[in-house]
């Protein structure tokens, strides 16, 4: 089968197109064909190595995290998924392999496909889904009646998050283009800011949480604004001594961890605020929970229109880098 493949961590890493073998699967596993892989910035973050302290890949290593497809054979152990099912999933970090044509997966970490997507608009749900779900759930530990604010979410992670929080009982506040205002406040926001017109920070004040999806240079901003004692949740800006431990890491981990984010800690601190970041794992358990809000809100994640295949694959990649993709950008089998 073909498979887009790692060989070598770099800055500026290509990935390569190999003919490899279709994967064996154990008794608690399914083979999966892939009919569409979703292209994340997580790929960049693998293949540049910022991610060997949590993963370190045996190279070459089958690239790809979110997958939609149907099963082909089941272990012997599972159960809950049968032979033609129609799944989702994001794939267990240690066990990535998305970019195939065929991916051998843990039956715990998939789920069948909510019944109002298709395998393209379903490539899009999963890890943006469960990153929103496991960000407020189990990060924010957010309840019903506080507000949560999100800084350009608008893009694709927003079109998960805010129908989940909403479903919460949150209020939701976010900044974006004009052009996605609409769209943004038709999928339940209650307050969008037009950030080339409004600067959030001179705008908002005692919310309960911000999920960052900005990075470093947002922090002091987003800081500014939460109240004292709340929350501040970071998609990219990089782990700190409290992931580790969450994580049950090693005690060096925790060191080196403690080490990198020990500026994010020290502003959170001097505003009574924490700071903590997420690296989203897989559960079909929580996947299952997520397809009921998402039928029950009929969301459909946007994609972008530019067709891609695997021999396309660091175009792909490219446009997820540095161009300005119009919703998810995927690969078709």
């Known amino acids: 089968m073909k498979a887009a493949q790692l060989e ?13 073998p279709i994967p064996a699967i154990n008794e608690n596993e ?8 979703a292209v994340n910035p997580l790929e960049n973050l693998i293949g540049s190595g910022s991610l060997r302290l949590l993963q370190n890949y045996s190279l070459p290593q ?12 089941i272990g012997s152990n599972v159960r809950a998924i049968n032979v033609g099912d129609k799944v989702y999933s994001r794939l267990p970090m ?16 998939i789920s069948l496909l909510p019944a109002n997507l298709d395998f393209v608009s379903g490539a899009a749900a999963a890890l943006t889904g469960l990153t929103a779900y496991q960000g407020l759930r189990e990060e924010l530990k957010a309840k019903s009646g506080q507000t949560v604010f999100i800084p350009g979410g608008s893009g694709s992670f927003g079109q998960m998050a805010i129908p989940i929080a909403k479903n919460m009982g949150l209020t939701v506040i976010v900044s974006g283009s004009a052009a996605a205002k609409e769209r943004t406040l038709a999928i339940g926001a209650d307050q969008y800011l037009d950030f080339k017109r409004e600067n959030y920070w001179e705008v908002l004040k005692d919310v309960d949480f911000v999920i960052d999806t900005r990075g470093p240079n947002e922090i002091d901003h987003e ?46 601190a001097e505003k009574d ?8 794992r897989s559960s079909g358990t929580q996947l299952a929970a997520l397809t009921k809000i998402i039928e029950a809100n009929r969301i459909i994640p946007a994609i972008d229109a530019t067709e891609f295949h695997i ?16 919703g998810k950008v995927v690969i078709k089998f």
């Open 311 to 326: 021999e396309d694959i660091n175009e792909a990649i490219k446009l997820v880098t540095s161009g300005h993709p119009k």
């Open 223 to 268: 800081l500014s604004i939460i109240k004292p004692g709340g929350r501040l949740l970071s998609l990219i800006a990089g782990p700190n001594k409290r992931f580790a431990v969450d994580h049950h890491l090693s005690w060096m981990k925790r060191m080196l961890f403690g080490f990198a984010g020990r500026k994010f800690d020290k502003q959170a």
């Open 273 to 280: 605020v924490e700071y903590h970041f997420i690296f989203v």
């Open 8 to 20: 070598k961590y770099a800055k500026n890493y290509q990935l390569v197109v190999n003919n490899i």
């Open 62 to 73: 089958t690239m790809g995290n979110e997958i939609t497809g149907i099963v082909e054979k």
């Open 30 to 37: 399914v083979l999966v064909r892939v009919k569409v892989a």
């Open 94 to 109: 240690q066990t990535i392999g998305g970019f195939a044509e065929y991916v051998a997966v843990d039956a715990n970490a």
